[in-house]
T-cell receptor
């Protein structure tokens, strides 16, 4: 086990609703990244948080937002859900500017209907 | 922009035979390369990485990978496959996204099927 935990494991939401996903980072890691993995695809980088600030974003619209807390836990918020948001959302914790690998949680499966 | 290509959607190997899962990459600067494995309904598990140094990198569960700078490749290998190696394998490159973020760019993944 990696020590990175995500909740909930599964979630069903209706189009247009808002959702919050949670992640608890591995002890000692100060950076958290979020990824979206659509069915049959590789994970895509959404954004990264360091010291409670977003320090980089992939090709995702502003309705994807996040928070990082002083204990390095994190949230991913998605507003105005669309059907295409259905995916596995992965959280990864790491050490900034380090050659260490990132450790992933088991993911949250979001289904938008 | 950085990219990773895994040209094979699926690789079939008989148990006990050597296996290779291919990966090529494109990135500015020195590449930091990773292999992860994903089992059904699970997150990603780290296998191995190349940062610098020896072109042959050894990782978990008997896997290794060969870095080839001139061919921009980072193929995953194992001398003798096990049925339990059957899973989805992802190659990834670490890149800078602006603001200091160093997220990973992944390939589409390769299904590895080991036949008894």
């Amino acid at each position: 086990e990696t020590g990175v935990t995500q909740s909930p494991t599964h979630l069903i939401k209706t189009r247009g609703q808002q959702v919050t996903l949670r992640c608890s980072s591995q002890s000692g890691h100060n950076t958290v990244s979020w990824y979206q993995q659509a069915l049959g695809q590789g994970p895509q980088f959404i954004f990264q948080y360091y010291r409670e600030e977003e320090n980089g974003r992939g090709n995702f619209p502003p309705r994807f937002s996040g928070l990082q807390f002083p204990n390095y836990s994190s949230e991913l918020n998605v507003n105005a859900l669309e059907l295409d948001d259905s995916a596995l959302y992965l959280c990864a914790s790491s050490l900034v500017a380090s050659h260490k690998e990132a450790f992933f949680g088991q993911g949250t499966r979001l289904t938008v209907v | 922009a950085q990219s990773v290509a895994q040209p094979e959607d699926q690789v079939n190997v008989a148990e006990g035979n050597p296996l290779t899962v291919k990966c090529t990459y494109s990135v500015s600067g020195n590449p930091y390369l990773f292999w992860y494995v994903q089992y059904p309904n699970r997150g990603l598990q780290f296998l191995l990485k190349y940062i610098t140094g020896d072109n042959l990198v050894k990782g978990s569960y008997g896997f290794e990978a060969e870095f080839n700078k001139s061919q921009t490749s980072f193929h995953l290998k194992k001398p003798s496959a096990l049925v339990s190696d059957s899973a989805l394998y992802f190659c990834a490159v670490r890149a800078l996204w602006g603001g200091g973020a160093d997220g990973l760019t992944f390939g589409k993944g390769t299904h590895l099927i080991i036949q008894p």
